[in-house]
């Protein structure tokens, strides 16, 4: 049977809701008396608060008398009230009902990890509970009443494996594979002469003609060129005519234009700029006339078949994201849809402003439905790839510095044990060591066993005694 003491002004107010709960049935008035009748009386201790003389919900801390001038009834220290009779109706208990049982300790009323081994008050004045042998344990664990643990909504379930999936969430923006961009420049002083119908966003194809590009410096070299290859002196292309071909090469003239050449033995006055790759045309500076100076970019054309999402992961999640993980983007301007990628890069620096670091996720992008600079979402599983020993969050105690869950041993006996926490996910935590599987922790009402049990100061007591038979066995192997 597991009673609850009362103490001090807290008497006062579990009385109270001993009454309201109960309807006053447990302290009705006999006839022909003015006092209530209590199961045993103790007549000695100073009084802690003082009730109504006929059992009404009234109660004073200090001395009072009723309207009709009678005196309130005091109700002493070492008085004890039980909600776990039968019949749920309360009942004050004297010191005689524990029997022979000896007091072990006296502990913190407010559940504070202070004990001790006499009498004694806290700061507000409320009593020490004792704890008696039979109530407590020497291997730290923490006995229940049943009805008391079906009051509280005690549940357990068993430590089990599983794969803990945790996402890890983070915006992005679409960029351009920098692999997959081309630019078109002229390598010696050119002149346009004629553009394609070819605009800025056109998609192009590879070899589609661009613009027709007349210099004199590879007309020149296609006429040396030329010479060579019909020459009758020389007999053909090898070995004379390589260092001519190489210098159109050297020029960037396209090779279907040099074969052309080769065929028909022609001189062309123009030559003809087609697109080195499929894409689309970002830039587009090429004018019909205009002077194009070497270096100069006529046209800037990219693929965007395949594409990169550059997302800003925060400082805290970088050791939980490795190259290779999964992602999932999800554009805003695509609802519903998701694009499957992979994390190629981690990018070694942190934004000092924003403490975030980029990650490169690989796209595929084959219908053009991503485009660059495009706000997306990107979900990196960050989980375990294997099962692990895990159980649920809730059963978790995090003191900060300490965590621990409570072991269901049984028979109303709950065992607080220190364990090591690992990723969390999906309303699961991996536990790393001090649980095994199939070890049944409670998920539900373990706060309030912590404040009925005095968790703290029961995980401190284990740990001293685990410390205590340690130094034992090392002084037992000494010679």
Known sequence: ?????????????????????????????????????????????????????????????????????RDYRAVRANEDISFDEPDESPRVVTADAKGDRKIKYYRNPMGLPDTSLVPKKDSMGMDYIPVYEGEDSDDGSVKLSPGKIQRSGVKSEPAELRRIRMLLRAPGTIQLDERRVSLVAMRADSFVQKVADVTTGSRVTKGQPLMEIYSSAVASAAAEYL????????????????GSRQRLINLDV??????????????????????????????????????????????????ISQVWATVDVAERDLGNVAVGQPVTVRARSHPGRDFKGLISVIYPQVNKETRTA?????????????????????????GTPVPVLSVAESALLDTGSRQAVLVDKGQGRFEPREVKPGRRGDGYVEIRDGLAEGDAVVTSANFLIDAESNLKAALKGFTEAGTAQAGDKAMGARP
Do not use: C
Request: aromatic share 6%; net charge negative; hydrophobic share 40%.
């Open 1 to 69: 049977m597991t009673r609850l003491a009362v103490t001090g002004s807290a008497a006062a107010i579990f009385a109270a809701a001993a009454v309201a709960l109960i309807g006053g049935r447990a302290m009705q008035p006999q006839s022909g008396s003015s006092s209530l009748t209590f199961a045993a009386q103790a007549d000695t201790g100073a009084p802690i608060y003082f009730r109504d003389p006929d059992g009404r919900p009234f109660y004073s801390l200090t001395p009072k008398k009723t309207a009709d001038g």
């Open 227 to 242: 010479a060579t290859i019909t020459s009758k002196t020389t007999g053909g292309i090898e070995p004379y005519g390589r």
């Open 254 to 303: 396209p090779e279907p234009v040099i074969v052309e050449m080769e065929k028909s033995h022609a001189l062309p006055i123009t030559i003809q700029w087609s697109s080195p790759r499929d894409g689309i045309v970002l830039q587009r500076n090429a004018i019909e006339g205009m002077r194009a100076q070497p270096g100069d970019v006529l046209f800037r054309i990219a693929d």
């Open 358 to 382: 980029r990650v490169r996720i690989e796209l595929a992008n084959a219908d053009l439905a991503l485009l660059p600079d495009m706000y997306v979402d990107a979900e990196i599983d960050t």
